[in-house]
């Protein structure tokens, strides 16, 4: 960014941040968009690419794309402001909307209450509905825009989401919900909380917020962001470990290639996922105390693990044009027809995106057995793709999610932030924060980046020190 000149000093502060994934880049990017004054950025990544689970893949036989991580952006524009939209938007990316209304059980199609009716009787469609009632008087649209926030209520109160499944009293409308989101939690309903369980049961209806994606690949958002930015961006530089060098800032240990280097920085973040997170070591004793507590508060693993199979004709189209349905199979599980929105495709592709404790059995089969267990689950009407499979790919995210983000009880939005008071300028973005998703990483780093900036401009203390009378205000 051309406007970051060089102080008196001839120094310029030093900004590490550690991740290329959408975290470090949202992060780099509001640094540099609202900074006033001079700022040195240096984006460390790990691997050779940028973008983490944002991941657009392409099939080897055919120059066709398919998602490997995340396959939905998140719309609350009708509740609220929405930053990630607004983002989208401001980068000029395309959009379309996704939907899926199917939810598959024991191979009937279940679309809405007279399907479940027809299904399960009068009992399930009655259980159906007053557990959808009690759902949305405990959650509203506005309760959800807010749950990430200082201003939450008690809808994202801590207790466990499987007692208020358990009070659904039919199996099969209990099933129903399970299947509905069980691949959007990825985790198992005992393992994480009411709130965090309402949100994904709610996130189906449109009056809570709509799902979109980027036409040609969500990773374009990533290489977008990534493509304005001025910072200097290191790839295949996996930092090992964060301390505080002799003269008091603090200092980076990283590999680069054969290399194992050393460097200071006045301001570090790591934009990190838990899995990730842990790996780094931390080498001044009150650091490294202060982020075992920040780990032990919010290590709560979840599991996705994703087959994708290129076709060799398109898809037949489901009822709606609906571009995934959900299935019973592996606890509940998504099916993406990728190729749903496009209707020139020569070719059809789908994704199944298989969630928690099933994810995590699955991982351990080879590619070949996974192909064939998936197809063996397809719905009666898509079948027919398993004799067209030209390729298939499939990707492991063993405890790559959060089950439980924000833990058991949510800190203030500072406190997760800024894990040691003793570290002023040393921060944490992650989406294990918020919510799991792209919506909540950018929450995340927006957070940080107007922190960071507000410090620099004010110079060295001021904000800090207001910062840690409303963090200790908050927590008495
Ligand atoms: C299968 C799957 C499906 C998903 N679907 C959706 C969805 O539909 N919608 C949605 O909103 N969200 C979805 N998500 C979640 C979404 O991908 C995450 O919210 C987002 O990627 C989090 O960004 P991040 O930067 O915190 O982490 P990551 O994306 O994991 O990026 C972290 C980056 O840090 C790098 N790194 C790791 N260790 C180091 C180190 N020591 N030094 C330097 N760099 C390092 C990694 O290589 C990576 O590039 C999905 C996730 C998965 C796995």
């Not at 004709?313 to 592996?330: I, K, S």
């Not at 699955?362 to 067209?388: E, F």
């Not at 406190?415 to 294990?432: E, K, M």
Request: glycine fraction near 10%; proline fraction near 5%; include cysteine.
């Amino acid at each position: 960014m051309s406007a970051w000149l060089a102080d008196s000093s001839g120094k310029l502060p030093r900004v590490a941040i550690v991740g290329g994934g959408p975290g470090g880049l949202f992060t780099a990017w509001h640094l540099e968009q609202r900074t006033a004054v001079p700022l040195s950025l240096t984006i460390f990544e790990a691997t050779a690419r940028l973008g983490g689970k944002v991941c657009t893949a392409s099939f080897a036989s055919a120059d066709i794309q398919y998602e490997a991580g995340a396959a939905e952006l998140y719309d609350y524009s009708p509740v609220d402001v929405d930053p990630l939209r607004e983002l989208v938007q401001q980068l000029g990316l395309p959009t379309v909307a996704i939907g899926g209304s199917a939810v598959f059980v024991a191979g009937r199609s279940i679309a809405n209450l007279d399907d479940l009716g027809d299904v399960g009787g009068a009992s399930a469609r009655r259980e159906f509905a007053n557990f959808d009632i009690r759902s949305r008087s405990a959650m509203t649209p506005a309760d959800f825009y807010e749950s990430g926030s200082d201003h939450a209520g008690d809808a994202v109160a801590a207790g466990r989401f499987e007692p208020a499944l358990d009070g659904i009293g039919c199996g099969k409308a209990r099933r129903y919900v399970d299947v509905m989101i069980h691949s959007d939690l990825a985790t198992e309903a005992g393992e994480t909380s009411c709130g965090y369980g309402l949100q994904n049961y709610l996130m189906n209806d449109p009056a809570y917020m709509q799902l979109y994606r980027i036409p040609g690949g969500n990773e374009q958002l990533m290489q977008a962001v990534a493509g304005r930015l001025a910072a200097d961006v290191r790839l295949n530089a996996a930092v090992t470990a964060v301390g505080t060098g002799p003269n008091g800032a603090l200092q980076l240990q990283f590999r680069s290639g054969e290399r194992h280097l050393v460097e200071d920085f006045d301001t570090v973040i790591l934009a990190l996922p838990m899995d990730a997170l842990k790996r780094v070591r931390f080498t001044d004793t009150a650091l490294a105390d202060a982020m075992r507590q920040h780990v032990e508060h919010h290590d709560h693993p979840a599991h996705y693990l994703r087959v994708s199979v290129l076709l060799d004709r398109p898809v037949p189209v489901l009822p709606g044009d609906d571009a995934y349905v959900m299935l019973d199979a592996f606890g509940g599980t998504c099916l993406y027809v990728e190729s749903a929105c496009d209707p020139c495709a020569t070719n059809g592709v789908l994704g199944w995106l298989i969630g928690g404790t099933a994810a995590v059995e699955m991982a351990s089969l080879t590619d070949d057995a996974l192909v064939a267990t998936v197809l063996d689950s397809l719905p009666p009407p898509l079948a027919i793709c398993r004799d067209r499979v030209m390729e298939a790919r499939v990707h492991r995210w063993t405890n790559a999610v959060s089950a439980l983000p924000g833990g058991w009880s949510r800190l203030p939005v500072d406190r997760r932030h800024r894990p040691s008071r003793a570290h002023s300028r040393f921060f944490v973005v992650g989406d294990y924060l918020y919510d799991s998703t792209l919506n909540g990483v950018l929450d995340s780093a927006e957070h940080v980046a107007g922190w960071v900036v507000a410090e620099h401009a004010s110079g060295p203390g001021t904000m800090l020190m207001d910062r840690d009378r409303a963090t200790m205000e908050a927590l008495q």
